[in-house]
């Protein structure tokens, strides 16, 4: 690793991103791109701002930044001994666990980490990287002394139960905890003293079951009160898992609990259906998502299929992100036209929707539209506004598969020779409540016991998830800065479009503009997080 030396930064600077989003040239088909450009990249940032401003002890909220040797940078995590003094540490009870005496290395070293970028050039500095999850040989809980307790918060997710079932092995198998509590009701639940004990016998088969044993809701946050509750209680071990918005949570929770000067570990376990959280691989859940989604796919495909002028639309769950559209598209290979928030598009005119439509029934008779629920939400705005929130404060987006029916249903009623069958299916809930499958039954059993190793270890104001195929501690901030997005620049978008023969529905200025390119946005932080200077000093380097 080389000499190591430590310092922090935070982030800044939001006004170059809408200077560099100003740069679009103004024509009838770059308007609504360049209006959606400068608000994902200017949202992302007040978010960041408006978050950093809650935190009463900003020096406190600094990340932890190590660097070293050739333009090497970790972005580490905190641990106890940052806040508390005469830390006491204890032998590993793993290097006595029988089932482990196979293993030729039981700890991971204290040097290693997981490279954000693994795809470099012979000049390329050695970027950003993360602390590497895993056993360490001390820990800082002795078994008896551990009181957990597990929180479900959001909505639902393919892989809850079996993310609750895991953490409560792994602390019971490996550490020998037996406290462990289940906070009901997601957030709330912390300070209506709705729990139960947890036990190996309890969770024994819960991963085989849809949603979560321990219930979810939204909203519910009161950070003094939760606090409160957790330090009233004696928790010391706090798992969280959720989505962007309960990472958020989860992290003010932190703040709170390193200002009172607590010893209690605070871990995130992201969840997200829509597979939009940033730095990390996937989202546990994500993979069932996509192989669920195939039946409303198939279904719509059989019911275009059969008859004359058949349209078979399929709205998938993708608030901002589409990458479950995507996917599934790219899966089923039955898919015409696939319609993501990323990607904007226009129904009349030439180089339209409505024209692609004509054209593709004229070819073949029938098509299958995928759409995730974001896509389309400018067009819906011109006809229908709506300033509805949920307990989350999520805007409720407008059913952009009705509208759209809707409007594909009135251009073809004026063509006497060319009228259309349309089936809409929205297979939403059924796709995020079922059990996970055994793809994502494995992830998330290396999720939680990641978890568990990292808050026995110290660590605390984390989250936990694969990158690069390796498992890491990625702190708080990194996750909730922003939303991970797909890059309609890069190849996996291409690839959809060589799939489903549709048009990228983008202007030529666009596509050509070399400064506007949506990668240089979505790609910042590939090697330069947005905390370690400005956001043209970050392109420049790129």
């Known amino acids: 690793m080389g000499s190591l030396g430590t310092s922090d930064s935070t982030a800044n600077s939001k006004s170059n991103a809408n200077g560099h989003a100003s740069e679009l040239e103004d024509s009838p088909s770059t308007t609504v791109l360049r209006k959606l450009l400068t608000e994902k990249i200017s949202g992302g940032m007040s978010r960041s701002e408006s978050a950093k401003r809650k935190i009463k002890n900003k020096e406190k909220m600094k990340p932890k930044i190590v660097t070293g040797d050739g333009g090497y940078i970790l972005e580490d995590v905190p641990h106890f001994s940052d806040y508390i003094p005469d830390l006491h540490s204890h032998p590993n009870p793993l290097q006595d666990n029988p089932a482990y005496s196979v293993v030729k290395q039981y700890f991971v070293d204290v040097d290693d980490t997981v490279a954000q970028k693994i795809v470099v050039q012979k000049n390329s500095k050695r970027g950003t990287h993360f602390r590497r999850a895993g056993p360490r040989q001390k820990v800082y809980f002795e078994s008896d002394e551990v009181k957990a307790c597990i929180v479900t918060c959001g909505g639902l997710c393919p892989g809850l139960n079996t993310v609750v079932r895991e953490l409560v092995c792994a602390l019971y198998s490996i550490y020998g905890v037996t406290k462990i509590l289940g906070i009901k009701g ?50 010391n071990q706090v798992y969280i898992i959720g989505g962007d918005g309960t990472q958020k949570g989860a992290s003010i929770i932190y703040e709170e609990i390193q200002r009172r000067g607590l010893k209690v570990a605070v871990v995130g376990i992201p969840k997200t259906i829509d597979n939009d959280i940033e730095v990390i691989d996937k989202s546990f ?84 539209i995928v759409a995730a629920e974001g896509a389309g939400q400018d067009l819906i705005a011109d006809s229908l506004r709506n300033t509805d929130h949920d307990a989350s404060g999520n805007k409720l987006l407008l059913d952009v598969g009705l509208w759209l029916s809707q409007k594909i249903k009135e251009h073809f009623s004026g063509k006497k020779r060319m009228r259309v069958n349309l089936k809409y299916i929205d297979p939403t809930y059924m796709i995020r409540a079922v059990p996970s499958n055994a793809s994502d039954n494995i992830y998330s059993t290396l999720l939680a016991q990641s978890a568990v190793h990292g808050a026995m270890a110290g660590y605390t104001g984390f989250t936990v998830g694969s990158i690069n195929g390796r498992h890491a501690y990625i702190p708080y901030h990194r996750i909730t800065e922003k939303q991970k997005k797909v890059v309609i620049t890069d190849r996996m978008w291409a690839r959809l479009l060589s799939s489903t023969n549709q048009p990228s529905f983008l202007s030529h200025e666009f596509i050509k503009g070399e400064e506007t390119d949506l990668e240089e946005y979505y790609h910042l932080d590939d090697e330069y997080t947005l905390c370690n200077g400005s956001l043209t000093d970050a392109i420049k380097n790129m």
């Open 186 to 235: 997601g957030y709330k639940g912390f300070y209506s003293c709705n729990t139960i004990e947890l036990t190996p016998k309890l969770v024994n088969d819960i991963h085989k079951r849809g949603g979560t044993i321990l219930g979810t809701s939204r909203g519910g946050h009161d950070t003094v009160k939760i606090v409160d509750a957790i330090q009233d209680r004696g928790i």
């Open 285 to 368: 859940g994500f993979d069932t998502a996509v192989e669920e989604a195939q039946k409303a796919i198939y279904a719509a495909h059989v019911e275009a299929e059969s008859h004359e002028n058949g349209i078979g639309f399929v709205k998938l769950m993708g608030r901002n992100s589409g990458f479950l559209a995507m996917y599934a598209t790219l899966a089923s290979r039955d898919v015409d036209c696939c319609l993501i928030p990323e990607s904007p598009f226009y129904l009349e005119g030439e180089g339209g929707l409505l024209e692609f439509i004509e054209k593709r029934l004229k070819e073949n008779g029938h098509m299958v």
